[in-house]
């Protein structure tokens, strides 16, 4: 039997005299179900604006996924469906891509690929909530209104440790530049992961941390059963309004300065920094290269090359890539063809993936893959997944890990020490310290 599905979402909208506070009680009033996806921008001035700001809450249909065709199965899914979903596309979709595999250990163990349509979904404003739902809309409003939100905690408090020790993390470096030397790649995302295998703690409570001390445009928490993404992402993979696909690579990262003067002194170095420049135009030329394989001929543009904008505790150069789809071109067919970003890999993307997967100890997962939105009229967007934590509640495995791009002008021991560096601010939210090899 055929289950008919309708195609036009109940919803009703409501006044809101204080956004921050209800936001909250919504979020904490959905991350009870099984399944719940927060999305939010955090109000941050960002080229194209930052996710909008929605809450998935409970699972009324999961999309079935084929073997070998994830991004069909999500494609087919929402033209049967037409409504909102929300889902996270995970690393190693990579395999279904090309011809490559993945068989590291992975403790957090989320689907590569996993899409839902929730039971109920809120559309926040400035002023008003749109809460779309086949339920009862004014009785979910007076619970969420009756919820209440615990106080941010001190935190967890525990210890992680690195997955490879810094003399495995130097020789890997050293390894990846010979590549390099042999005209293998130019360059290759490379990175290592800080985990604890008893970890003993509260998503919301560590999102909540995190928020505080690094809001960011592409900020999301994600729970699919007993498995949590906690993620601070400043990076757009890919968004889609109508025919206009926007991709927007970062490449460039320098700390704020501690006064004003500081400030713009390190905004300067970056915007004059040939290395980041090299590697920003790298990026920008692969990702040009992924969309012109879906967009029409004629239609890519770089409305912004090396773009400084500047984020609570950090500077970014962020380009803008866009392109207008071919006519008849399956949405899921524009993913694929770009999947996974290539500021997350290196170039040439394929030969960088399959190094990574040599070099690398530890699955990537949902990490540097990507979670986002499908509307009901089919615009979607979607973040990179970086600056996260990983949770499995069910085995207290957590995981988080730090990437750096090597080339042939890497210092070993530099990368070494900046991946330390990268490490503070998620163990600042996590209240934690790193456990290293004596």
Not at 47 to 69: Q, R, S, T, Y
Not at 300 to 319: A, L, N, R
Not at 373 to 385: A, L, Q, R, T
């Amino acid at each position: 039997m055929i289950e008919l599905l309708e195609s036009v979402d109940k919803s009703m909208h409501f006044q809101i005299e204080n956004l921050e506070s209800f936001r909250l009680k919504a979020w904490y009033w959905g991350k009870s179900e099984s399944h719940c996806t927060y999305l939010y921008d955090h109000n941050i001035a960002y080229p194209e604006g930052g996710f909008k700001h929605l809450l998935g809450v409970g699972a009324k249909h999961i999309c079935p996924m084929k073997d070998n065709h994830s991004f069909d199965s999500v494609e087919m899914f929402h033209r049967e469906h037409k409504t909102w979903m929300f889902g996270h596309m995970g690393y190693d979709l990579k395999n279904e891509v090309e011809l490559l595999c993945s068989d590291h250990y992975d403790g957090i163990e989320l689907p590569n690929a996993f899409f839902y349509i929730p039971k109920t979904v809120f559309v926040f404003d400035k002023e008003s909530v749109e809460i779309v739902s086949d339920g009862d809309h004014q009785k979910i409003f007076d619970e969420v209104m009756s919820t209440t939100v615990p106080s941010i905690t001190e935190g967890w408090g525990g210890k992680v440790t690195p997955k490879i020790s810094k003399e495995i993390y130097l020789d890997t470096v050293h390894k990846i530049q010979d590549h390099i030397v042999e005209g293998d790649v130019y360059e290759v995302n490379i990175c290592m992961e800080f985990l604890s295998k008893e970890a003993d703690l509260d998503p919301f409570d560590v999102y909540l941390r995190l928020s505080s001390l690094s809001p960011a445009p592409f900020s999301a928490f994600h729970r699919v059963d007993d498995k949590f993404v906690v993620c601070s992402s400043p990076e757009r993979f890919m968004k889609k309004e109508g025919r206009r696909i926007v991709s927007q690579p970062i490449k460039g990262t320098i700390r704020r300065g501690a006064n004003e003067t500081e400030d713009a002194q390190l905004k300067e170095e970056l915007r004059n920094s040939e290395k980041e420049i090299a590697e920003n135009m790298m990026i920008v030329d692969l990702v040009r290269n992924d969309l012109a394989r879906t967009c029409k001929a004629g239609s890519i543009k770089v409305p912004e090359i090396f773009g400084i904008y500047s984020f609570k505790t950090v500077h970014q150069m962020i380009s803008t890539i866009e392109g207008e789809m071919k006519d008849f071109q399956p949405f899921s067919e524009v993913i694929k063809k770009a999947f996974p970003m290539g500021s997350m890999t290196g170039a040439p993307k394929v030969m960088a993936m399959a190094l990574i997967e040599t070099y690398e100890r530890t699955k990537r997962g949902v990490y540097s893959g990507s979670i986002g939105y499908i509307s009901p009229e089919g615009d979607f967007d979607f973040n990179v997944v970086i600056r996260s934590a990983l949770y499995n509640a069910a085995s207290q495995y957590l995981s988080f890990q730090i990437g750096s791009a090597i080339t042939i002008d890497s210092d070993a021991k530099a990368e070494y020490e900046e991946c330390l560096l990268k490490a503070k601010g998620m163990l600042a939210a996590l209240n934690a310290e790193i456990t290293l090899d004596s």
